[in-house]
C-alpha cells in the first residue's frame, strides 16, 4: 500500500560556492583524483530523493478527500501528468471543477525523483508512431513540439515565480569505447534522415567535446540545444502550488481503490467526474484490471557532495548540459546548481510482480555500481562521497511508446508511458489531454501518440524473465564493446530486436 510521508527530512540543503569550471590545457590525475581514496559508502539512501531533501523538505501535507464528491474532471496522480493536466484545464476554462487524487503526495513519484533533464527525446519509437495515419510527418511534428515543450516549459517557471533551477544549457551524449562512438555518428545520420538538422544536433569529435566537458576517455559526442537541466521537486512543487492558486483541488494521502466510468474510489467515497483521467505511470500495475499495461522500470540515482572549485576546473562542464553516455546500460546525469554530480542508470531494472520502491531506497550495490560509472567518467570526482541515493520507477508500455488518449464513451482518459523521457513529455501530454477534456481540435490532438495503443505485458514469469534476461544481454554487450573491436556487440542488437526496438 501507499505510505503518507509527514516527517520532514532531517538536514537542510548543502550549499557551496564555486564557479563554474574552467577546462584546463590538459588534466593529470593526481592519486586521490583517481578515485582510490572512495570507499563507496553512501551517507543516506531512500527518504524519496535528494531533491526533496535539497529543497529544505516535503511541503506540509495537504487534507485527504473529505468524502463523496463531484467534479467536472477527477484525475488520479499528482505527479507532471497529472498536475500539468488540470494546471492546463484550469487556464483554459476557470470555472471547470478540477480534482486530484494523489495516494501520497504530490510529487511523490517519478516526477520528485528525475534526473532533471527536460528534454525533447521522443518518448518511443520513430517507426512506430509513423506507422500512424500522418507517417513521418506526424513524427517531425511531434519533435518540434517537443522542442517547444521544453522553452514552454521554462517561460511557466518565470511566469509563475519558480525557481526550478532551470537552464537550457542542452545536453551532451559521449563516446567512451569505439562502438558507442560508431553508434552516437549513426545516430546523428539517423536524426538528419527524419528531418533534423545541424542546429537540432551534432556530432563533436573528441577535441570539440573538451571544450564542454573533459571527459578523460571521451572518443566523440554529440549535442543537441533542446534539453534543460532542473531540480524536479522544485518544478513539481511549484507546479502543484501553482495548479491551486489556479483553483485545482489536490486532495493527498488519498489512494484511487479502482477506476470506473465516470467514477474514482476511494477508502474516503467516490468522486464522481464526467471525466476521469489517470496519470499514474509507474504505479499504474497496482490499480485493478491495470497489472499489464505499464511496466514499472526502475531507475536509481546518487549525488555527490558538492565538489571543490579545484575540481570543477578539471571537469569543465561550465554549460550546465545534462549529459548521458551511449551505452547499452546508459547512465544520465546533471550538474546541480548546488555543485554537485548527480547520476542515474539502472540497478535492478524490474522488480517481479511489478512491484516498485519503498521510500525510494535503492540497494546499496547499485548505489556503488553508480559511484563505479561516475568514476569510470569523471575520475577527477576522486574521493568525493556519495551523499544520498534513491530510485523510483518509470512507466514502460509493451511497444516502449507513449500514449494520450481519452474515450468519451466512458469518460476514461490517460497519458503516460514515457518510457523515462517523462519531464517535457508529461507536459505536452498535459496540454493534450486537456485538449481532448474540451473537446478542442488543436495541432496536438494530431500528434501520433494521440490514441495510440499498445498491447500488454506478458504475465509472470514470463515478464520478470524477459526483462532480467534483456538486461543481462545488455550489460554483457557493454563489457564486449570494452574491446577495441569498433563494432556494437551482436548480443545488444538481439536484444533491441527482442525488446522490441527499432
Ligand atoms: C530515477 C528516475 C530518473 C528519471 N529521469 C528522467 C529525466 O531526467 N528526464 C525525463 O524526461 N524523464 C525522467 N524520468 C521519467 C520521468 O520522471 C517520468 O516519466 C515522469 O515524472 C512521469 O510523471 P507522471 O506524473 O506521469 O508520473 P509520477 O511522477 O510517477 O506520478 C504518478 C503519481 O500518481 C500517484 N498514484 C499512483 N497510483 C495512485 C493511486 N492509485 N491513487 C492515487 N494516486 C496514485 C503516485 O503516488 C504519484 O505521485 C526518470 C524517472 C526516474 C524514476
Redesign the pocket.
Known sequence: M?EVYSEPPGDQPATAAHKPGVKPAGLVLNKGQRGQNYDGAVVRNGDVSYWWHARGGFPPRRPSLPGPAEADVCI???????LWTAWYLKRAEPGLRVVV????F??????????????AALPGSRERYARGPRGRAGVLDMQRQLQRTVDEIGAFCQAEGIDAHYVKGGSLSVATTVAQRERLRETVRADRAWGLDEADVRYLEPAELEERILIPNGHGGTYTPHCARVQPARLVAGLAAAAERAGVQIYEA???TAIEPRRACTVFGDVTAKHVLR?????TA??PGLRRELLPVN???IVTEPLGDDVWRDIGWSGFETLGDEAHVYI?AQRTADGRIAI?GRGVPYRFGSGVDHRGTTQPETARALARSLRALLPQVGPARTEHAW?????APRDWCATVTLDETTGLGWA?G?T???????NLAGRTLADLVLGHATPRTELPWVFHRARRWEPEPARWLSVRGLYSAYRLADRLEGSPSGRTSLIARAADIIAGSP
Open positions: 501507499y488520479v496522480g499528482a505527479g507532471f501528468t497529472g487524487l494523489e495516494a501520497a504530490a510529487g511523490f513519484g517519478a516526477s520528485g525523483r528525475n534526473g532533471g533533464w527536460v528534454m488519498t489512494p484511487v496519470a499514474t505511470e509507474g504505479f497496482r490499480l531507475s536509481s540515482m544520465y542515474g530510485c523510483g520507477v518509470l512507466g503516460g514515457y523515462g523521457h517523462g519531464v517535457a513529455a508529461s
